[in-house]
């Protein structure tokens, strides 16, 4: 009968108490496609050259907060599908025409820019990327997008410890347990035990929302 009262009374509380909403996948994150055009820089030996292309997508709250990934499309072939390449990437199979090349990605506020490096040259490779597209993945600030998961699952697991004290683990339930033991006073311990519990989760879940508030302010 006591071990029935352990397991009801907590888990009735505990259920009462409100946590944050599940994080939402895929919120505020972008997709933006754009196409790739004539090199805007060349260096004078030919060595290096990129490609910068606007995108306005790409604000101060990203600079500071978010991230960008980028892909290029690899055309359909008889022997593979259509494909998306991530950067950077080392391109030995340039070697066909002439240029090994190094292509990476750098950002900023409004635009993207593709820089390729070679031993030799870059005008080759560069004719190559002319009119395939390339996909942007503008990802938001992280933190403020998973913290109500992770408080969530915070508050989730600090209910959940009420139970460990079945398996042995010598919790703040398996104590009171061991106190009623010794001093047959149930009522008082448990009803004591589920207010510590109650005001850890509360204390919780107040600074997670605090927390959450002042990241979406800023």
């Known amino acids: 009968m006591k071990k029935l009262f352990l397991f009801i009374i907590p888990l009735f509380f505990f259920s009462c108490v409100e946590v944050e909403k599940e994080f939402e996948v895929g919120k505020g994150l972008e997709v933006v496609i754009v196409e790739f055009g004539d090199l805007t820089s060349l260096s004078d030996d030919k060595q290096y050259g990129n490609f910068e292309i606007k995108v306005p997508e790409i604000d101060n709250e990203v600079m500071e907060e978010g991230a960008v990934l980028a892909y290029i499309e690899r055309a359909a072939t008889e022997e593979r599908p259509q494909r998306w390449s991530q950067f950077p990437q080392y391109n030995p199979v340039w070697k066909e025409i002439g240029d ?8 900023g506020e409004g ?4 820089s390729l490096q070679s031993e030799t040259s870059v005008e080759g490779i560069a004719e190559t990327f002319k009119g395939l597209k390339l996909k942007l993945v503008i990802l938001p600030q992280a933190i403020k997008n998973i913290l109500p ?30 106190l009623v033991v010794t001093t047959y006073r149930p009522l008082e311990i448990y009803t004591f035990l589920i207010l510590e ?10 600074l997670v929302r605090k927390l959450e508030k002042k990241l979406q302010k800023d």
């Open 197 to 206: 519990y109650l005001i850890l989760i509360l204390i919780v879940s107040y």
């Open 149 to 178: 998961a992770i408080g969530n699952q915070f508050v989730y697991v600090l209910k959940m410890s009420s139970l460990v004290s079945i398996i042995g683990i010598g919790d703040l339930t398996r104590k009171a347990n061991e």
């Open 100 to 107: 090994t090349t190094f292509s990476y990605l750098s950002y």
């Open 111 to 114: 635009f993207v820019r593709i």
